[in-house]
């Protein structure tokens, strides 16, 4: 591997990044994921399941270990959500973007789009105005002023779209 001197010789987008991070902590600090009240619910867990009397060491060893195992794993994937969070705010305020929090692992799923029903006829225009006049008294002056200068850019932009197809 060859010897990198300067910053821009690396390659690092924010996933590099995380498992940088990740690795460093977990590997070079010895860093507990657990605090100290986890850690002693976790003895007392412990504690109580061994003194049950009626269930087989065997099977107390077993459980014991698999519950220590997704516990930690429980800790280490919120550090790592936590971890990625930060980063995905640090990259947007740096980028001056939009902020897309998930923290879930998959991406959540988009609503489908409501269709009014074949059968019927509806102006649409009239009951989106019977819409806006019913709930615009829940909005604040402010968020009424953000809804009509989205009204606008989305008029503004049907308009240039329509004028370029005439011409």
Not at 16 to 38: G, H, P, S, Y
Not at 40 to 46: D, Q, V, Y
Not at 96 to 116: D, Q
Not at 126 to 150: A, H, T, W
């Amino acid at each position: 591997m060859p010897e990198r001197k300067y910053a821009d010789s690396y390659e690092m987008n924010i996933n590099k990044l995380q498992d940088a991070i990740m690795f460093w902590l977990c590997n070079r600090e010895n860093v507990e994921t657990f605090d100290k009240e986890d850690d002693e619910r976790m003895n007392e867990l412990e504690e109580r399941i061994n003194n049950i009397m009626g269930l087989d060491e065997k099977f107390k060893l077993s459980f014991t270990e698999d519950m220590q195992f997704t516990m930690t794993t429980a800790a280490y994937n919120a550090f790592e959500n936590g971890l990625q969070i930060g980063l995905n705010l640090l990259k947007n305020l740096l980028t001056a973007e939009l902020p897309e929090i998930h923290i879930v692992r998959h991406e959540p799923s988009r609503t489908e789009r409501r269709c009014p029903p074949v059968c019927q006829d509806i102006d649409t225009k009239q009951i989106f105005i019977d819409y806006v006049n019913k709930y615009c008294m829940f909005l604040s002056k402010e968020q009424m002023c953000s809804i009509q200068g989205r009204m606008e850019q989305l008029i503004t932009d049907n308009f240039k779209r329509l004028v370029n197809d005439l011409f």
